[in-house]
């Protein structure tokens, strides 16, 4: 069976977006290039920034690093 790459969901785990937000902050790379770098979209990108906060709030909390969901309680 055929699997379409382009319908495949990429999810980003906690430490890859802790990559994404160091990269974006302290080598002012663009959201399209770590969309291609990480394989995912620009709008992924996006919304990794916006809810940065939340996310170094995660990662100091101690979730575990290769989380690629966050649970909601």
Same mark, same amino acid.
Do not use: W
């Given at each position: 069976?055929?699997?379409?790459?382009?319908?495949?969901?990429?999810?980003?785990? =906690?430490? !890859? $977006?802790?990559? #994404? &937000?160091?990269?974006?902050? /302290?080598?002012?790379?663009?959201? @399209? %290039?770590?969309?291609?770098?990480?394989?995912?979209?620009?709008?992924?990108?996006?919304?990794? =920034?916006? !809810? $940065?906060?939340? #996310? &170094?709030?995660?990662?100091? /909390?101690?979730?575990?690093?290769? @989380? %690629?969901?966050?649970?909601?309680?």
């Amino acid at each position: 069976m055929f699997i379409d790459k382009s319908k495949q969901r990429n999810v980003l785990s =906690l430490q !890859n $977006k802790i990559d #994404i &937000i160091a990269k974006h902050e /302290r080598m002012g790379k663009s959201y @399209r %290039k770590l969309a291609a770098e990480y394989g995912v979209s620009a709008p992924a990108i996006f919304f990794v =920034l916006k !809810n $940065k906060t939340q #996310i &170094i709030e995660d990662y100091n /909390r101690g979730c575990p690093r290769n @989380r %690629k969901v966050r649970r909601h309680r």
